[in-house]
């Protein structure tokens, strides 16, 4: 089945700071989405990126399917970025999420 | 629109009631699902129906009984759950049918208690 690997389980950074969150993952994945999700349990949507970059404000996104990796970008970072970033990636018949990694921005 | 709902937001219920969690979403999405998240966890997938039939059950224990009255609802019934089976519910969907493409898009979920 598909596997996938994200990294850092943990970031701890301060307010106004750049990070870049990883995900790897293993053949057979034709789809990857970044969600954040937040202390209320909500999964929102960052990037839906099989493949190419992707820009949303200060986010963005890389996925490189042919080394089967993703990265996520936050910039200047603020305490509302806390919460856990999960990449999901499926292909034809299996789905998976990541771990995520928990991160928390402080004031 | 890109909202999905979910009914109700909290639900506590005994080992021997029945109750129900609903799902909508108006986007004309022909796939819906049903995640099951424990705390610290990822969410894990449950249930796929695509254009309204059951695609794919991962295993899941017969006390939940999906049911996909259109394309536009989606319904978890629950019955003699178990201690364990208290976790955050998510319901999904996508554009595209079964796990072939699209964006997933989640609804806020509905926290269950079983005591």
């Known amino acids: 089945g598909i596997q996938v690997e994200q990294s850092p389980p943990d970031l701890i950074l301060q307010e106004g700071a750049n990070s870049t969150l990883r995900c790897n993952f293993s053949?057979?994945?034709?789809?990857l989405q970044w969600f954040h999700q937040n202390p209320w349990g909500q999964l929102i949507n960052l990037f839906y990126?099989?493949?190419g970059t992707k820009q949303n404000g200060r986010l963005s996104a890389t996925t490189v399917a042919t080394e089967r990796y993703s990265l996520l970008y936050i910039s200047s970072s603020q305490t509302t970025d806390s919460g856990v970033y999960f990449c999901?990636?499926?292909?034809?018949?299996?789905?998976?999420f990541g771990a995520g990694t928990r991160l928390t921005v402080k004031p | 629109d890109t909202e999905v709902t979910q009914t109700p937001k909290h639900l506590v219920m005994g080992m021997t009631n029945k109750k129900s969690l609903k799902c909508e979403q108006h986007?004309?999405?022909?796939?819906m699902y049903w995640y099951k998240q424990k705390a610290k966890k990822p969410p894990e997938l449950m249930f796929v129906?695509?254009?309204?039939?059951?695609?794919i059950n991962e295993s899941v224990p017969s006390r939940f009984s999906p049911e996909c009255p259109n394309s536009s609802l989606l319904n978890l019934h629950l019955h003699a759950l178990q201690p364990e089976d208290s976790a955050l519910y998510l319901c999904?969907?996508?554009?595209?049918?079964?796990?072939?493409?699209?964006?997933?898009?989640f609804g806020p979920g509905t926290r269950l208690l079983v005591l």
């Open positions: 999904a969907s996508s554009q595209d049918s079964g796990l072939a493409g699209g964006a997933r898009y």
């Open positions: 053949d057979s994945v034709n789809n």
């Open positions: 990126i099989p493949s």
């Open positions: 999901a990636v499926w292909g034809p018949y299996d789905m998976r």
């Open positions: 986007m004309g999405h022909r796939a």
């Open positions: 129906y695509s254009y309204e039939k059951l695609s």
